[in-house]
């Protein structure tokens, strides 16, 4: 990272902690300790790298938000979420109209975290494979290995196969051999954890929003205009001024098993026919 580079981000760190500050402030001018009423409740939802930090940090940008990142240790412990009574006091508590809240590892728990929130929303945003598996593979390791253990026990990896079906781990089976790579193994990652998307009923629930990444960062304001319509909250442009399109396709795809690319090609073309027109993954 060049010396520009890092002094644009640090500037940019400062603004946002600036912001954060002066809407603290706004909010509890505007409502007191605690807002009249619960808050409406939407959970942030996705495979790691998929885009879910911009789309939180972009609704952190409205005043009407209280927004829970997964490094929020109020919230979340090393990247998971709380018991769900730690999170319904936080919910409590909130002074803002919204209370926002990523579910990336909880996202075989997404129903039960909707019936202690009646009414709760749910985003689910979905990126091409072959960018989250570059990310993943830079980011973290062990995927190959992760998938043969999650073949044998679905509750083999922590949070990784809690949901998984029966028909998702005869898959895996079917692709965790000593030859699998690395890279194979992150796709496989990719689908059993967005095949729960369809496994879950979310295709035919009106209380989630199916969102590309691709379309999210192509057409910034058409898409947030969207997500914010979708959870009520007004939208403005300067909210999305910072979302770029320079991760799209940047690096090579992959080298992933081509039968583990028919099925990732498979579960995205069932993705595609749920977006709107020019909505492309």
Not at 4 to 17: A, I
């Amino acid at each position: 990272m060049g010396q520009h580079t890092k002094v644009h981000h640090y500037r940019e760190r400062l603004q946002q902690e600036a912001w954060l500050r002066l809407k603290r402030l706004a909010q509890h001018a505007w409502y007191g300790p605690r807002r009249q009423g619960p808050a409406a409740v939407a959970f942030i939802a996705g495979v790691q790298r998929s885009g879910t930090n911009m789309l939180m940090d972009v609704l952190e940008q409205s005043l009407l938000t209280d927004v829970y990142h997964e490094r929020d240790a109020r919230a979340f412990d090393n990247y998971s979420m709380r018991d769900i009574d730690t999170i319904a006091a936080l919910h409590r508590r909130c002074r803002a109209p919204y209370f926002i809240i990523k579910s990336l590892c909880e996202l075989q728990r997404l129903p039960q975290l909707r019936q202690r929130f009646p009414g709760a929303r749910i985003v689910w945003i979905v990126r091409h494979y072959d960018d989250v598996v570059n990310s993943m593979l830079v980011s973290f390791r062990n995927h190959a290995s992760q998938i043969r253990r999650l073949a044998q026990d679905r509750l083999a990896v922590d949070w990784r196969g809690e949901g998984m079906s029966d028909a998702t781990q005869a898959l895996l089976q079917r692709f965790a051999g000593p030859e699998l790579s690395d890279a194979s193994g992150a796709a496989l990652m990719w689908y059993l954890r967005n095949v729960l998307f369809f496994e879950q009923g979310f295709d035919r629930d009106e209380a989630v929003l199916l969102v590309s990444y691709e379309r999210l960062v192509a057409a910034p304001q058409a898409e947030f205009a969207r997500i914010f319509a979708f959870l009520g909250l007004p939208y403005r442009h300067w909210h999305s001024r910072r979302v770029v399109a320079s991760s799209v396709g940047r690096r090579q795809p992959p080298a992933i098993e081509p039968s583990v690319r028919a099925e990732c090609d498979a579960l995205l073309g069932r993705f595609q026919a749920l977006l709107p027109a020019g909505g492309r993954i």
